[in-house]
């Protein structure tokens, strides 16, 4: 053998043997500012869901795990976020950590929650029922050291990301809470006493949680990146008024909309950059982008539309005004530049070098399998092409299965179940009080609804507490649906009428997850603000299915959006109902060929039959019926 060709022989095989080098994973893990949204449910938009398009997507992936709601210890300990946070992780990622929104409290500010906990008990009051909250000295401190070095036994590079801050304009300044230092207000015990309202001069940075973080980065030697001082300046320049119309969510001085989350992707991707964090893979471009580059909708379920959107964004453009088109490559989607007029083509125009623009898909696919179509924007010579890819789930052949909840009378009676399922309902820290028959629901202006309110841990009526602003993972309504041992559920449909009452500031979240643990946690609808007395009928379409013998639970998450404790304001539901389709898992293995068609699934006294054209039956096992 000649020696250049041993030389190239050995490089292939070299070549040959190496293992594939898979991205670096950036893991998120935080509250409602950073979290992934259903852009079909609300406007919000957590800024780590635009974060991933400022990395080289073929050497950096973003899972982002922010949960509303949480503070450092919910997100440690209770619904298997952090544990199954890290067994995604791989030597070589990294992790972002930002808390501090939460963990500020909404009963007591600046205060742990259980040790307000064991206030009151020791003096004969109840506890609170909203279990967030932590002391920037303490266990704010404790909870960060636990994420960074549990990341870092497993290989995993911490980094601590300040909090955006919130939208508190004093004058031309973000006020000081609004910065995360609650040193102008804040809860303290001492002497055994509650001590609220106490306040520490400016310089004094025991109450700043920000300053706790920065802290805590110096003593692990981990990297922070000051995202909270980036965001009181983005806020200043756009000034007040543009940060409310632009920026943030309609009446919501916290979570920010499209253009402010993206804003805010893109100031941290340059912190990192500026940091030398994962440096050589992040792009702040300056032309024409798409988020995401690639819209992977997943599963979907033949004939069941779904909401999706892309945004497309452009700074220091030439020339500085311009139009952009964007167009579909297939049938099975229509486009939107305003959410109203959808078409397989649509326009839209940009002046001032910038562009900004949601571009709305309505997707309707038949059939079943896998499909990828194209979405192409074009602005002058430039082109991007958005590949589209949906997993088509047929809904032919399966048996109804049905769930409902009348919700008609306290106590609230059990669900009425069709097919071979089994449901429950379950009230935590939430208690049915009464029926009124005060609401109005189309031409019924006499409607009754049962009335639910806020609960201690005994069950018994309790305040709503202050200063809410998101769900509270302890509180819910939930609604669940077990699948039969042998079989799967595709839920095709989630509906009820929902109403408050006495109020007109009731806000609530639908979530899904599944099991005990309530893993693989979904928001699927929000509503702010429930009409006082007006009924209104919600309908989802998920796509969602139940694994044999798995539960699904459906939770309703009240909280009420005011600045101060308040009793008697109720979130009333009625009709609550889960419908899908029951498959057996082997669901080609039942079907016949050559002339004959498909066979007939069949209940009889809660049993499923496979009846096939000759009329035989066999149970779902396979055992012929005699």
Not at 202 to 222: K, Q
Not at 573 to 598: C, H, N, S, Y
Request: glycine share 8%; charged share 20%.
């Amino acid at each position: 053998m000649k020696h250049n060709q041993f030389v190239l022989t050995l490089i292939a095989a070299t070549v040959i043997s190496l293992p594939a080098i898979s991205a670096i994973r950036v893991h998120t893990i935080g509250d409602s500012t950073m979290a992934d949204y259903d852009e079909s449910t609300t406007d919000k938009r957590g800024w780590c869901t635009y974060l991933g398009s400022f990395f080289d997507p073929e050497s950096v992936t973003v899972n982002n795990r922010g949960k509303s709601g949480a503070d450092t210890r919910q997100f440690y300990t209770s619904g298997n976020l952090w544990a199954s946070t890290k067994s995604q992780m791989s030597a070589g990622d990294y992790l972002l950590i930002q808390f501090a929104h939460n963990d500020e409290g909404t009963v007591t500010y600046g205060m742990d929650n259980e040790e307000y906990a064991a206030y009151c008990t020791a003096n004969g009051q109840p506890a609170p029922t909203d279990a967030r909250g932590t002391n920037p000295q303490t266990t704010y401190r404790d909870f960060l050291r636990k994420f960074i070095r549990e990341a870092r036994e497993l290989g995993v590079n911490p980094v601590l990301v300040g909090p955006i801050c919130r939208k508190y304009f004093s004058g031309n300044d973000i006020r000081r809470n609004g910065r995360h230092d609650l040193g102008d207000s804040f809860s303290k015990i001492e002497g055994g006493k509650l001590l609220e309202k106490q306040s520490l001069p400016a310089d004094d940075h025991t109450m700043d949680y920000v300053y706790a973080m920065s802290v805590v980065a110096e003593e692990e030697n981990v990297p922070f990146v000051n995202l909270t001082e980036a965001t009181r300046e983005l806020y200043l320049q756009y000034g007040e008024a543009q940060c409310t119309q632009l920026l943030f969510c309609s009446g919501d001085n916290t979570h920010t909309a499209t253009l402010g989350a993206n804003l805010i992707a893109r100031r941290a991707a340059q912190l990192l950059k500026d940091a030398g964090i994962l440096a050589d893979y992040i792009d702040i471009p300056t032309s024409i982008t798409a988020t995401p580059a690639v819209l992977e909708i997943g599963e979907v379920y033949s004939g069941v539309q779904v909401n999706k959107e892309i945004l497309l964004t452009g700074f220091g453009l030439s020339p500085e005004a311009g139009k952009v088109t964007i167009t579909t490559t297939g049938s099975n989607f229509t486009l939107s530049v305003d959410n109203a007029n959808f078409a397989s083509s649509v326009e839209a125009e940009y002046a001032g070098a910038t562009l900004f623009q949601r571009v709305y898909i309505r997707a309707n696919y038949a059939g079943k399998g896998s499909v990828v179509e194209n979405i192409v924007i074009t602005s002058g010579e430039t082109e991007i092409t958005v590949p589209v890819s949906a997993s088509i789930i047929s809904l032919e052949g399966g048996a109804t299965v049905k769930a409902t909840w009348a919700i008609d009378a306290k106590p609230i009676p059990e669900a009425v179940a069709e097919g071979p399922i089994a449901t429950s309902l379950t009230l935590a820290h939430m208690v049915a009080t009464d029926t009124k028959a005060e609401f109005t629901y189309g031409d019924n202006t006499a409607f009754e609804m049962v009335r639910i309110h806020n609960a201690d841990d005994e069950g018994q009526k309790a305040n709503w507490p202050a200063g809410e602003i998101d769900e509270n993972v302890t509180r819910y309504i939930d609604f669940a649906v077990t699948a039969p041992a042998t079989m799967e559920v595709r839920i095709t449909g989630i509906s009820m009428l929902m109403s408050a009452h006495s109020t007109s500031s009731m806000c609530c979240h639908i979530n899904t997850g599944f099991g005990d643990e309530f893993t693989g946690v979904k928001t699927i609808y929000e509503r702010k603000n429930i009409p006082n007395k007006t009924v209104e009928k919600v309908e989802i379409t998920p796509t969602l299915t139940i694994p044999a013998g798995e539960t699904l639970h459906v939770r309703i998450l009240p909280w009420h959006d005011l600045g101060d404790a308040k009793n008697g304001k109720y979130i009333c539901l009625k009709d609550v109902e889960i419908k899908g389709m029951a498959f057996e898992p082997q669901q080609e293995a039942i079907e016949q060929t050559g002339a004959q068609t498909r066979s007939a699934k069949v209940f009889e006294n809660g049993i499923l039959y496979i009846v096939r054209p000759d009329g035989t039956r066999y149970t779902i096992d396979g055992n012929q019926v005699r």
